[in-house]
């Protein structure tokens, strides 16, 4: 059974950093892209990030270029997003996601919470 795991949510002040980490079981995502997604209370679930399987390139929201940053260990299955600057509005649930199909994201995680202070 495939699964993703997430962790590293938590509540932190505005400024500050989190480092949230996917480790993904049952299946080998090397070759697939793996992105993070967001969802704020009363809002749609909104791309962050995602890095490629075939050549590590990233891909950001505009609202996370140069504060978050997106890398994964093949070896481990898995996949991070540093955040650093953090703000009150990226306060939401984190998921992490696989891309196995050309244009859906086929695995999702359960989600981590991140809480960001003012």
């Known amino acids: 059974q495939v699964q993703l795991v997430e962790s590293g949510g938590g509540l932190v002040q505005t400024g500050g950093s989190l480092r949230l980490s996917c480790a993904g079981f049952?299946?080998?995502?090397?070759?697939?892209?793996m992105g993070w997604f967001r969802q704020a209370a009363g809002k749609e679930r909104e791309f962050v990030a995602a890095?490629?399987?075939?050549?590590?390139?990233?891909y950001y929201v505009d609202s996370a270029k140069g504060r978050f940053t997106i890398s994964r260990d093949n070896a481990k299955n898995t996949v991070y997003l540093q955040m650093n600057s953090l703000k009150p509005e990226d306060t939401a649930v984190y998921y992490c996601g696989v891309r196995v199909s050309l244009d859906k994201y086929d695995y999702w995680g359960q989600g981590t919470q991140v809480t960001v202070s003012s």
């Open positions: 049952g299946r080998t995502f090397s070759s697939y892209m």
């Open positions: 890095i490629s399987g075939s050549d590590g390139r990233a």
